[in-house]
């Protein structure tokens, strides 16, 4: 409806992507055809940025005067107590990194293109199964207001997700018999909703960054 529509218009306004990073190992198996397959572990952090500003927002202090009242011989005769209330408007700003944190299980199938006798080009797809999920922010409620998720009874999100889809295009020499050193670029898509049921708008990440790495022959 188009209360929806307007919640996920204001949280696409509140957040925009930072650099993430993402750190693998595993292992491979080259056939002599050219195709290769391979698998390990992966960890991804993705973070994004969430700036807001809220205005027109009231405080209100409320200040208590004490007045004591003495006798020539110091003793107290009365005590007078006065509250008051002082009402401010002003802005509130939010700005913070949310953090997404994936362990990740790829299993990756491609070829192996021999440019050269020293340079290989390697592309490859595959399917990647997500081992745990954490995540923690800030995000705007039904009422578009900030307020900070985290673990536990705070989440917003499954700590297990469905499968993403990986590919990556890599150019790679070697050094020598057993080290191969490449740089290429890799993507990995995660559809469907990641939400838990507290958080009803479907969410989706598409990361593509540059790669680069070691590989080791055996």
Known sequence: GAEMTDLISARYMTESPLPSFTAEMGLGYDFHSGFFVESGIRYNQINIKFSHREEDIINNTTSIIIDTTFNGQGEVIAINRDTSVVQEIGVREITNTNHFNFIDIPLSIGYNYRLSTKINMRASAGLVMNLRMRSKG?????????????????????????????????????????????????????????????????????????????????
């Open 138 to 218: 800030y995000m705007l409620d039904h009422y578009e207001q900030a307020f900070m998720y985290g673990h536990g009874e705070s989440s917003m999100f499954k700590t297990r997700v469905a499968l993403s889809y990986t590919a990556g295009l890599m150019f790679e020499t070697e050094l020598n018999e057993k080290i191969i050193a490449g740089a290429g670029m890799r993507m990995q898509y995660m559809p469907g909703n990641i939400n838990l049921n507290t958080n009803p708008v479907d969410q989706s990440f598409l990361t593509i960054g540059i790669s680069a790495g070691l590989r080791y022959r055996i």
